[in-house]
């Protein structure tokens, strides 16, 4: 994310309040010199980013992630799972670092293999699948896809994506980008447009074929060739865009601020190590719904000035 995104948001140190008055300033200081220094940092360190993908066995899991990052960052069968893929419910990451133009990224990509294969899904989010969301938006960021889109018409694809909407509303799931997280009215314009079309309808490819003189990502069929970064047959190019041109150090904040330390005051708050005497203090933020009731946590985000990605 574009560091002077930060600048604009009502949490900013350095928006003027009662609390913080303006200070006028007689001279250079070189403030716009930390800009420079951040850039150099993330150069040298690079970033971290963790995916995980979950969906049923065939899905095209692996295939999208390569097609996200252009590189075969997973492979169809994972060395050690041949011939129990379909069975296992084991967790399975693999690591990698991927640079462009001098910036390392270090991708870590973890798969849930088997998940609900033994379950039938007619076009509707399944009890296994309200279950894991309603769960797993409380603890990261969730972003639905709609995977091999290209098996669906147009019509059937717009049918399919207003059925999942209605299902996210109607238990409560809060997917990514969430509403109480928007911080000014530009955020506000670029997300809402975000979660009209979310869950976004994707196809992946990671082989290349000659269309019109020019070579494309996309899936040969005996139709023609189906473009992964064309908007006209797909929306893949929406969710790169979301997941790391847009919104990649939003993700990662949020995680950190938000989700990591909910995690983190209830883990205290559960624990029976600590002593609770007079000066025992109940941490874990209120709750805005009754217990029976899923919902998503609204916390707000932690100002600028407290947070240290």
Known sequence: MDPLRWSSSPSSSGTSSPRTPPCEMLGYVGIEAVLDQLKI?????GFEFNIMVVGQSGLGKSTMVNTLFKSKVWKSTPPGLVGTTAQTLQLHSVTHVIEEKGVKLKLTVTDTPGFGDQINNDKCLRPLDIEFLQRLCQTVNVVPVIARADSLTIE????FRRQIQHDLRTHYI???PQKCFDEDINDRIL???IRERIPFAVVGADREH???GRCVLGRKTKWGIIEVE???HCEFPLLRDLLIRSHLQDLKDITHNVHYENYRVCRLNESDVLPRGPGWVNLAPAPTSPPATPGPSK???RTQDNSTE
């Open 210 to 212: 000659l269309v019109n």
């Open 230 to 232: 064309n908007m006209a």
């Open 191 to 193: 997300n809402s447009k």
């Open 41 to 45: 940092k993330a150069m040298k360190m």
């Open 156 to 159: 059937e694809r717009e049918t």
């Open 174 to 176: 809060d997917v990514y």
């Open 299 to 301: 916390v707000r985000r």
